[in-house]
């Protein structure tokens, strides 16, 4: 078994990208401002030019390291340390949904809206009945 590092295949990195952002080769050719033709040459490539490669990480909303250092196995260890991080909130007890406000003020504020509201109706009303 060889360890010889393969050289990176610059053009199936910005395939796979552009696939997990859910954008066609021709979204993305028109963001370039190329041909689908183009794109599609350039996904089979191993190199591309450098101020291309500047155009398609920026529409594709990645920088040109992502795209250089793009591996299948970065993409799930970021999906799986996301999952971990945001399943629980850093918080012990589970992924139990933390408020950062009051809901019963929340209740008051609009119940006192509502109140007012109508105070708001009833005297427009009675002006109108006083100009009858």
Known sequence: MSTV???????????RIRELRGMKQGALADAIGTSQQTISSIET??????DKLVQIAK???????????FTEESVFNFF????????????????????TFNALDKVVE????????????????EKLMKLK
């Open 5 to 15: 590092n393969r050289p990176k295949h610059i053009g199936r990195n910005i395939s």
């Open 45 to 50: 490539s191993e190199t591309v030019d450098f």
């Open 59 to 69: 529409a594709l909303g990645v920088t040109v390291e992502a795209i250089e250092n």
């Open 80 to 99: 799986n340390n996301f999952y971990d991080n945001s399943a629980n909130h850093g918080q012990v007890n589970g992924p139990f949904n933390s408020c």
């Open 110 to 125: 609009l119940y006192e809206r509502l109140v007012q509201a109508e105070k708001d109706k009833v005297e427009y009303l």
